[in-house]
């Protein structure tokens, strides 16, 4: 059975805000600056709570929906790795992330399920312990990132949205100095992540 075309207009614009929380995976491991060798590997957890701003245009054709998004966010997704064997913990935190992504949906009148993909840029603060001995950086990464949602209008203006998110951050390098010297730390993030949001339609 084909459905009949939906009557709710999803196209134009819309600005919204969300929160959520996010699940992440440091891989780390080291190389040597000298022959490039690598005597570390491993992983550890990152978690924690983040939230921000959404706007998107939407262009609709009968049930299909499309079109494009940006957000920005502030992160609190962090952890650490007391593991470290060449010093006391290292630990990592995603304070702050944004994307630029395409969205394609199928539109059941005033609901609404689709995909979304494309670019994901982060800011990854690592830092590095052993006794008195600190080494701390902060980086900018991009990436990617893609989920699935589902949004429903209460109203002509005001939408509902629950979205999930996988994104790879790519990997952050740090020429640690004064802990575990003549090596390169590579931090390579990822991070699952749940949203929900409130958007208002123009």
Do not use: C
Not at 76 to 102: C, E, H, M, Y
Not at 164 to 188: A, I, K, L, M, Q
């Amino acid at each position: 059975m084909i459905a009949p075309a939906s009557t709710f207009d999803w196209s134009g614009p819309y600005l919204g805000a969300q929160i959520g929380y996010g699940w992440a995976r440091d891989h780390i491991h080291d190389s040597s600056r000298s022959d490039g060798s690598s005597d570390y590997s491993d992983h550890f957890n990152m978690k924690g709570g983040l939230g921000g701003v959404f706007a998107g245009y939407n262009f609709q054709n009968g049930n299909l929906v499309y079109g494009a998004e940006a957000d920005a966010e502030i992160s609190d997704v962090s952890g650490d790795n007391p593991d470290w064997p060449f010093g006391d913990n290292t630990t990592a935190k995603i304070t702050a992330q944004g994307s630029l992504r395409g969205r394609l949906g199928y539109a059941f009148n005033d609901s609404l399920v689709y995909a979304t993909a494309g670019l994901a840029v982060a800011n990854i603060k690592t830092k590095y312990f052993d006794g008195a001995n600190e080494d701390s950086y902060s980086r900018t990464r991009a990436g990617w990132t893609l989920g699935v949602g589902a949004e429903h209008a209460f109203t002509p203006n005001w939408i509902a949205r629950v979205e999930y998110r996988y994104t790879d951050f790519g990997s952050v390098t740090d020429w640690t100095r004064t802990t575990d010297s003549g090596y390169n730390e590579h931090n390579d993030i990822t991070q699952h992540a749940v949203r929900i949001g409130l958007a208002y339609k123009f």
